[in-house]
């Protein structure tokens, strides 16, 4: 059984509990304009490409051979002809070995067993602090044997695991993993069906059903909801939330505040960020939004993953 990731995150301390490894699987149904991991959105792998790091050296056109990728007349540019690329990273392969990383390929299939064997290296970490494996994305269920076969191999290793998960996927998939994941992380993005499709591309009517029957199974649930200023935060669909949220077997509820850290990867996939100039919500906002959480649910609410 194999699979396409594009990272694996050691040591990280939010995602769930404890010190954790992310493993990031490629594929989503969703287009997010918040989205910090637009290379994830894809199924397969594809090619980054940073301008700034270019030194011109023509390795990569060399490396291709098959004029994807073409110097532009009359500038000191490159662009690559994407909807020939098939991601095989030769460009990338070869821009490497010349020292400057402007070429970068983002997905790469693996087994469950070579996924296990980085998982496993930091067991000692797993242990002592209470953490595990996170599988994230993208969205894993795109990908659903080769998540169901990595969970059951981490659940065979005694390790804690967790899925985070836009939501967006067959029931029958969830059910198929739901035995071997000891927590879900499940987005809330929008609660009004007609503007989560214009924010996310898809409607939330799956999404709901599906967060509705995974509580019915008393599943460890954590509701996340993304904070995206004149998006998701108008009071009236903070409430909604929360109405929605405390009716379910939840945990608790993480407010995740909207960063532009991954802003940048979409111009170097060839792809507009739609969101540019948005700021992030400051500390005192995201208080006020905690408050209307609780205020509206007998949640337990924080801020943060």
């Not at 301008?51 to 050296?57: I, R």
């Not at 602090?129 to 290793?157: H, I, N, W, Y």
């Not at 059910?175 to 007609?194: E, T």
Request: aromatic residues 6%; glycine residues 10%.
């Amino acid at each position: 059984m194999s699979g396409i990731i594009f990272n694996i995150e050691r040591f990280a301390i939010h995602d769930g509990p404890g010190i954790r490894t992310l493993v990031f699987l490629k594929g989503c149904p969703l287009r997010c304009l918040w989205c910090s991991n637009p290379e994830g959105q894809n199924r397969e792998p594809e090619i980054l490409f940073d301008a700034e790091k270019c030194n011109e050296c023509g390795s990569c056109i060399k490396a291709c051979g098959r004029g994807i990728i073409e110097r532009i007349h009359g500038a000191a540019k490159l662009r690559i002809k994407r909807e020939r690329c098939d991601g095989c990273g030769d460009c990338a392969k070869a821009c490497k070995e010349f020292g400057t990383d402007a070429l970068q390929i983002a997905g790469r299939c693996v087994s469950v067993q070579e996924t296990m064997n980085e998982i496993v290296k930091d067991r000692i970490f797993y242990e002592n602090s209470g953490g595990g494996v996170t599988l994230s994305g993208g969205e894993p269920l795109m990908q659903p044997e080769f998540t169901r076969s990595l969970l059951v191999g981490c659940k065979d290793a005694g390790l804690h695991t967790a899925m985070e998960t836009t939501g967006f996927a067959s029931f029958d998939s969830f059910r198929r993993i739901l035995k071997s994941v000891d927590l879900v992380l499940f987005d809330i993005k929008h609660m009004d069906s007609g503007l989560h499709k214009e924010f996310t591309g898809v409607t939330n009517k799956l999404i709901i059903r599906n967060a509705e029957r995974i509580s019915d199974l008393n599943v460890p649930l954590i509701a996340r909801i993304p904070v995206i200023p004149g998006y998701t935060d108008p009071a009236q669909n903070l409430e909604r939330t929360a109405r929605f949220i405390d009716k379910l077997n939840v945990d608790e509820v993480h407010l995740l505040p909207y960063h532009f850290f991954g802003s940048s990867k979409y111009g170097r996939l060839g792809r507009e960020y739609k969101l540019s100039g948005l700021q992030p919500p400051d500390k005192n906002r995201m208080q006020e939004i905690k408050r209307i959480i609780e205020s509206d649910s007998n949640l337990k609410v924080q801020i943060g993953g």
